[in-house]
T-cell receptor
């Protein structure tokens, strides 16, 4: 069964610190992996997308990595800011019955404290 | 551009009542989606559409119907609401390239409470 698991469920860090969020997936066949940011009360917004051949992708202070062999991805946030407080969702795209299916993780809730 | 908009933002229904959620996008996207989001769970796809006049079932379609009469609009209907349909509903849209839908753009969500 295709699954995406994220850890930790929630994380609290001080402003200015770095953090890393994890995503493990059992999805086959793999097409691509995306990270979304969801602010409280809003819809998700795309941060990065990586295909099978990409190991890392950056978007400002956000850096996503992908290890297709171990089926793991991480999202690293550098020098956190209060505005980084949000849920971060990992989404994996798989080909199923000639259609692409998105498998959504439950997300990691990140709280940045001043 | 407004992107993806949803109406209403919040609604309270009694069990058995019906309602329609409206989604509109101004990005000329082919694909549109309806998701529900419940605490502790990933987004779950209810129905989707790959173009005007087409609809397809997602992961959790029971109790919902959809219509896409115009390319820019995607309607989600609840014929007889149940407390289990209490959730936050998100609409999204995306373009299509190379056989894989591109990044989805989401609306702000509709909070639905069924008593």
């Amino acid at each position: 069964k295709n699954q995406v698991e994220q850890s930790p469920q929630s994380l609290i860090i001080l402003e200015g610190k770095n953090c890393t969020l994890q995503c493990n997936y059992t999805v086959s066949p793999f097409s691509n992996l995306r990270w979304y940011k969801q602010d409280t009360g809003r819809g998700p917004v795309s941060l990065t997308i990586m295909t099978f051949s990409e190991n890392t992708k950056s978007n400002g202070r956000y850096t996503a990595t992908l290890d297709a062999d171990t089926k793991q991805s991480s999202l690293h946030i550098t020098a956190s800011q209060l505005s980084d407080s949000a849920s971060y969702i990992c989404v994996v795209s798989a080909l199923k019955d000639s259609n692409y299916q998105l498998i959504w993780g439950a997300g990691t809730k990140l709280i940045i404290k001043p | 551009n407004a992107g993806v908009t949803q109406t209403p933002k919040f609604r309270v229904l009694k069990t058995g009542q019906s309602m329609t959620l409206l989604c509109a996008q101004d990005m000329n996207h082919e694909y549109m989606y309806w998701y529900r989001q419940d605490p502790g769970m990933g987004l779950r796809l209810i129905h989707y559409s790959v173009g005007e006049g087409t609809t397809a079932k997602g992961e959790v379609p029971d109790g919902y119907n959809v219509s896409r009469l115009k390319k820019q609009n995607f309607l989600l209907g609840l014929e007889s609401a149940a407390p289990s349909q209490t959730s936050v509903y998100f609409c999204a849209s995306s373009s299509w390239t190379s056989g894989d839908a591109e990044t989805q753009y989401f609306g702000p969500g509709t909070r639905l409470l069924v008593l």
